[in-house]
């Protein structure tokens, strides 16, 4: 096989990781002869493909040295997730009616959410709480 030293397809690091059982799989290769080294970071789930992913920024900085701005890859997949906002439903925590908020997931943020309706009362109740606990203390 001619010496390309192309890059990596991910798909390898993926099945080497699926062939052998690990759900991350970080390759570093290096050619004695041109001198060019190329990583390639796979993970099975969005945390995995994080973790890995920074496994691999780290080697190329730290071991490899490449320019820093060669060493901050963040795989699409995870970018793509972080952006994503979906429609959640939740409970207005006053009048229990269901409305709509968009979010990253469903765990993120404040449990507690007041419709349009609510909000103002909601907010008197919060400030009158936030003084008498402002007084307990
Ligand atoms: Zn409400």
Request: aromatic share 6%.
């Amino acid at each position: 096989m001619a010496k390309s030293g192309k890059r990596i397809p991910i798909s390898d690091a993926k099945s080497i990781g699926n062939k052998n059982g690990y759900n991350q799989v970080i390759i570093l290769a290096w050619d004695s002869e041109t001198g060019k080294t190329s990583v390639c970071t796979w993970g099975k789930s969005l945390v995995d493909c994080d973790q890995a992913a920074q496994g691999g920024n780290r080697i190329k900085k730290e071991i490899l040295r490449w320019p820093e701005e060669l060493c901050n890859d963040r795989p699409l997949r995870v970018k793509r997730s972080i952006n994503k906002k979906t429609k959640h439903t939740v409970q207005c925590s006053f009048c229990k009616d269901d409305m709509v908020v968009e979010k990253q997931n469903p765990n993120e943020g404040s449990s507690i959410y007041f419709c349009n309706n609510c909000r103002p009362e909601a907010q008197k109740f919060i400030e009158t709480f936030n003084e008498l606990d402002e007084k307990l203390k």
